[in-house]
Each structure stands twice: as C-alpha cells, then as structure tokens.
C-alpha cells in the first residue's frame, strides 16, 4: 500500500476536493494536532514561473492576516520540493459545505431575504478586511462557501491587494476573461481598484442569487465586460417580481459604473441590507437619481478609453490567466452555457469586440509609454550570495527583476537556506522582467569521519576538530588497556557526516581500586564472607601446612595482595588456607580429649592445634566461629583418647559476655 503524501512532516494528503487553474486542493489529515484540514498547492506545472509563485504566496500572507469567522481560516504555509522545485502550500480550515457556485448550479431557487441574508456575512468578512487594508478582487460564488449550518465564509485571497498598492490593475486581456461575469468596469478598464470594486462584485453575487442569473451575459466574456463597462442592468425584480423595491435599488446602487456613486463601504451596503429585512427605508433608494439611474440615454459616457497616467511603480499588476476558478476549493468557474443568451446580431458582437480591442490596444500602449519599456532598460544583476531568499527577491524587485529557487545544494562556507550560487552571475546586465535563479545551501558538503581508534584521546581529539568536527567523550573501564586511549567512537569512521557533528569517544580509564582487608586467622568461610562484602569477585583459596604451627587449621595463614593494599573489584585475591602443624614421625603418645566444655573457642583451638597431633578442629551445627565464643561440646568428648590427625567436633554458642 502507498504511503500517503505528507507535507511539512505533518499534513497527510488525501482525496483531492478540487482542481483549479492554478491550484489544487485535498482533504488532508493534521497528524500533530489530529484535525481535519484542507490544503491547497501550486500546481506542479506552473510551479516554475515566478509569477504564479507570487500571487499564491500573496494569497497565503492576504489570508493568514485575516482572521474572522465570516473568512475560510489559514493555519499554516510552507512549501515542498517536487525534483527540486518548490511548491507552496496553504494549509486552510476545511469547510464542511458547498460554494455558492454549486448552489445556483444545483437549481434552487432561493427566497431573497435568504439571499440577502448570505450577502450580510460576505459584506461582514469584507468589511473585516477591507479595515486589514486587504481588498479581495475576485468575489464570485464560486468564492464564498455556505456550511451546512448556513454560514458565509469568503476564501481564495489570490489576487487580493493591499490597498493603494500601484499594481491594484487589471490590464492583461485574460485577466478580463478569467472572472468577468463578477468584474467591476474599474477592473475592466484596467483602473486603479479599492474597497469599492469588491462591493460591485458583491452586488453581481447578489443579483444572481436573487435571479439565478449574472447582472451581464453575452456570447463571450469579452462581451459581458464590455457590458460591466457601457451598459446598466436590468433590475432584479424583472426576473423574479417577488424582489422588493428596496432590494433593486441596493442591487443597483452596488453596480453604479461611477465608484463614488456606489456604497462607499461594506459596513453601508450591509446596513441597507439589514434594513430592507427589517422593512426599513434604505439610503439606496434616495440615492440612485444621482447614481445615473434615470438618465434619459442612460449612464452618462464618461468611460472613454484613454492611457492611463503612470504609476508610482511603472508595472501593472498582471493576473494570469485562467479557465477554471484558481482558489477555493477548485471549481471550474466558466459561465454557466445554459444561462448565456444566444441571441444578438452581428453587428452588435462586432461593436463590442472591436470596442473592447481599442480598450485593451490604448492600455498596453499607455503601459508601454509610460512605463518605458520600449527602451533599453537593462538592469545589473546584485550579488546574491549570502543572502537570503527573501532578501535576494526584494532586491531584485527594486530593479524590476525576479528571482526564483533552483535544487538545493551543499555549499561550503554559506549557512544553510542561504544563496551560495546564481544564474546569470552578479553584475551581469539583464533586462527588466527577466529572471535570476538561486541555489540555496544545504550547508557544507558531509565529509568522511577520521579514524581514531587506538588513538591517545588528545591526538584524536586534535585530529577531529581539525577536520571540522565537535567532540564528546565517555568514560570505558579497561583493565587491559592503558588509560586515555580511544576504544570506540560514535559515528563510525568512515561514515560521511556534516562539519560540526558531534563524535563521541570512548576513552579508557582505570578500573576503581578498593582496599584490601587484612583476613590472617579468619577461617575460610569468614574470610570469603568479608572480602566479598567489600567487593571483590574473584577469589581463589589453595591449602598448605602451617611449618610453624601457627596457623590452626581452617585458618587463613597468608593472602595475596596482602592486607592494607588496593586492587579493582575483579582482580585476583588468593587465600591460602592452614592445615595445620606438619605430622611429626613420632607422634606424641597417650594423648586424650581435653576439658573444652564452657571454655572459649579460642582457647580450645590453640590448645588442640599445640597438641602437635595434626588435629582438624571444625565447629559443626551451624554454631558460631568467634573466639570468644563458648564451646559446650565435643565429639570425643573429654577424656577420650586422641590420634594423629583427629578431626575434633565442636559445638559452640554465643558469648553472653561479649569479649569478656
């Protein structure tokens, strides 16, 4: 099974919810905080023109400032890397709903006031951001989604500007094309736009949803933006007579030609709307005499084409074009064929398209005059290297240049997500709108780990830090191997790791010492049991006659290392165990048994063991061992008689007198 896509190590893509002329969007999963989410990606095959890049990086920084609940919600951007071209993503809340789009394209009819009521939340959300400064452009349905519990949320800030930004025009003819049933006349004749422009789509929105049909149809798109352009609607109530007055005349004050004749703000339009509902009287009605409502021949002709002044930043803002609907979730947004009239004599279509070609040749002729480009406008490339990405495009933006990323790649001595290459290089003189590529590094190029095993530690140290690398060391007990010496290292030589990797090594020192006790006259098992209690693993006991009879036997006569000294734990302690005083060749004769009863042991041993018998005295019964314990019995017992090498039972007790 394939393991889904996952971007940023934490969204898992799923099934795609739609596709558009510039992007696509999925059902995606929050592996971190385990929601839900939509995300939406540049599409791959545009991925590499640096102008798409722009406006869907706009898209996210318009969006990601905004936040109402009448607005879709950006949680996250970021981007991925499809053979080494970057694509961004948007990772957006995920609306359980459909657009308004699907809903006019469904068949149903809606009630007006519900109607009006959808225009209030998109009115709500526009008003938010057009308070951010934020002027959306392309209100349409298939821009605003409805939930399931009824409410509005606007999305797709695409080709959203800031406003006064001098690119808020429209001029490339399929900019015209890629929405133009929703286009304000400004936008149309390539115009400086504002807030105003988003009223008068959203008066287009609320015409269609009142009628099931767009203000303007025509045979072409060019045609219905020439018609946003020279022509009135037609009121709503036309087509659906259960629209009120009131309602026609907001409609119709939002599609005022003239911007300052048209609702100055969102938050005036939707207090109209909200008074209509109410029953109230609305402001719109005064004011459409004034509108160009009424006019005899219609609205004035103020609309002649003429070249526009230039701008503070001589270039217009272009948006691409496009067939299918770039934001939301990906519908296709081409008018619908079954709303289209198809009627329309030949000359009409041949006024308007010949209009609109004069309207679109004036612009571009006006743009190239003004902005010079006819000219030899060659601009020295900047020296990008060092710089970051963001920095290098400002930079190149100042000089009507772009810049775009190229595959990442190691690059000694520049920091990671820094330029360390480019193409053409720097002072190279390069046309404006032309575009410069960038390597970013992946910082410096992995080198082979040296080998410094065996080594003295300050040798490999040296020797490693040298090469670029940090270094750590532990501690190995060797009782084999000198102190300071490299044992291991972690990672391994040979391994290609990058400069400032932390090599640990495994340095040997010696073991622990502990201190020897001195266990002369201790009987074996005491003996043992002491060397053990501090510590010691590895003892060994031989036996051996005691030549001078002092060592009874049983006893410890000697050890080594001897008492006093220091060893590790694991070392080697021999104890070399008494049997006695040697046999004599003519053993004393007529020996007996002692008196041993309630004597001390000590005393009963040395006693026995200076009989020169070879006698082994062993105390039996589990009885204590101490020399000043009490004997209170044998096996022989008193009086018996005694042989050469006797073993000598004693039965012994506690002292109740201590050491007494």
Known sequence: ???????????????????????????????????????????????????????????????????????????????????????????????????????????????????????????????????????????????????????????????????????????????????????????????????????????????????????FVGDSPVAVAYQHVREDPQPPSIFDPEVTPAMDAIVLKALTKDPDYRYQSADDMRADIEAALDGQPVAAAVAMGAAGYGYPHGYPDTAATTALPQQSDPHTSMLPPSREDDGGYGYDDRPDRRRQKKGGSASTVLLVVAGVLVLIGAIFLGKSIFSGHGANNDAKVPDFVGKSYDEATTTAGNIDLKVVKGAPEFCDGIDK??????????????????????????????????????????DAEAELRSAGFDVKKVDQVSATKDPGIVVGQDPGAGSKQPKGTVITLKVTVEPEKIDVTDVKGYTKQAALDRLHQDGFTNITTTSDVSQDGSAPAGTVMSQNPPGGTSAAKDDPINLVISTGPPMTQDPPQGQSMPRVQFRKLGEVQDQLNGMNLGLSVVVVNGGPEDRNSWVIGSTPGEGAPLTQGEQIQLQTAANPGGGQ
């Open 1 to 215: 099974m394939e393991e889904p896509r996952r971007l940023g190590g934490r969204y898992e893509l799923g099934s795609v919810l739609g596709r558009g002329g510039m992007a696509e969007v999925y059902l995606a999963h929050d592996t971190r905080l385990g929601r839900t989410v939509a995300v939406k990606t540049l599409r791959v095959d545009l991925a590499r023109d640096p102008s798409f890049q722009a406006r869907f990086r706009r898209e996210a920084q318009s969006a990601a400032s905004l936040n109402h609940p009448s607005i879709v919600a950006v949680y996250d951007t970021g981007e991925d890397y499809v053979d080494g071209i970057s694509i961004p993503y948007i990772v957006m809340e995920y609306v359980d709903g459909s657009t308004l789009r699907e809903l006019l394209h469904s068949g149903r009819k809606l009630l007006p006031e519900r109607a009006m009521e959808m225009t209030v939340g998109i009115l709500q959300a526009l008003e938010y951001s057009h308070r951010a400064g934020i002027v959306h452009r392309d209100i349409k349905p298939a821009n605003v989604m409805l939930t399931r519990t009824g409410q509005v949320k606007v999305m797709d800030f695409g080709i959203a500007r800031a406003m006064g930004d001098s690119g808020m025009t429209m001029t490339q003819t399929a900019a015209v094309i890629g929405t133009a049933q929703y286009l304000s006349p400004e936008q149309a004749k390539g115009e400086q736009v504002d807030a105003r422009s988003d009223l008068y789509s959203t008066g287009c929105l609320l015409y269609e949803l009142l009628t099931v049909r767009p203000p």
């Open 417 to 458: 997500d820094l330029v360390c290459k480019q193409t053409p290089a720097a002072d190279t003189a390069l046309p404006s709108d032309k575009t410069v590529t960038v390597i970013l590094s992946k910082g410096a190029a992995p080198i082979p780990v040296p080998d410094v095993k065996n080594d003295k530690v300050a």
